[in-house]
């Protein structure tokens, strides 16, 4: 990755975090340009991590990895005016944008384009990213590796067998730090209401869902296992897990990333409409 010159269009929060990711990998501040329409947030970002600021059409010209890290809204324009000014040049096109396909970039930028895919999630802010990429057919072996190696700056990245698994990464990682933030909030909410102080309710939820998590991570047992390991017959956390699963806890989880899926599903045709 060391000589590869890598270009950021678009340079809010995703495009910061990966550049940050990036240089704490050891990645040289002169080999990574970001160009953004917000000249505020360029300087913010030039300030802070010493890369270079640029406009699209230079960095079109210098670039050998554009990462697309605009809203979707205004992708299909980013797009076109990219592939005028790439005039056939090859590069490594990244998007980062929710719900635009390979076949919506492959209109604007053309079939040849190498294209890589990825769905990123919000705690790749603090470099605990979980990322799933797709490539299209166009994209070598080389540029595959450098594609994860940019989204593994910012924490897990893996390849999907097919294209439309994006969207239920999508469901599941993309969108599942909201679905955390919420048990959470019930979690320090009913703790509250047993008469705990908000202060120590939020500490101590933020550290058992840190630890749980880290638990799983590093354990060799799958959840479930992990769960009956702290069910006790009899005991506390039996009382609780029954009231979840006679609530129907697992199909209310799955109701909720399907219906994820399925609006992915619909905005990547709204997004890409012509
Ligand atoms: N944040 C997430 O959790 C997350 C997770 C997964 C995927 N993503 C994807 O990542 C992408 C970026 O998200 P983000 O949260 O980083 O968005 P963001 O903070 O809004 O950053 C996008 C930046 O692009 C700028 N921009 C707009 N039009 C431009 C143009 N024509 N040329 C150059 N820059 C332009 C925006 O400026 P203005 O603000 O002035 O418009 C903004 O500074 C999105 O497509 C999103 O779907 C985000």
Redesign the pocket.
Known sequence: MESTRIGF????????SLIRGLLAKGVNNTSISA????SH?LEQLRRACKIHTST?TEIVANCDVIV?????Q??K??CL?LAKALQGRKVLLI??????TLEHMQNWFGPESAIVRC????P?LVGKGATGLFANSQVNQAQRKLAADILSSVGLSLWVPNETDIDSVTALS?SGPAYFFLFMEAMQAAAQEMGLHQELARKLTYQTALGAAELAMRSEEDTADLRRNVTSPGGTTEQAIKQFTDGGLQKLVSKALHAARKRSVELASEFGKD
């Open positions: 269009i678009g340079a809010g929060n995703m495009a910061n160009a953004d329409i917000d947030k699209s697309l890290a605009v809203k979707p205004v992708m324009a980013v005016d998007s980062i944008a929710a719900g635009i769905m990123p999630n919000t790749a993309g």
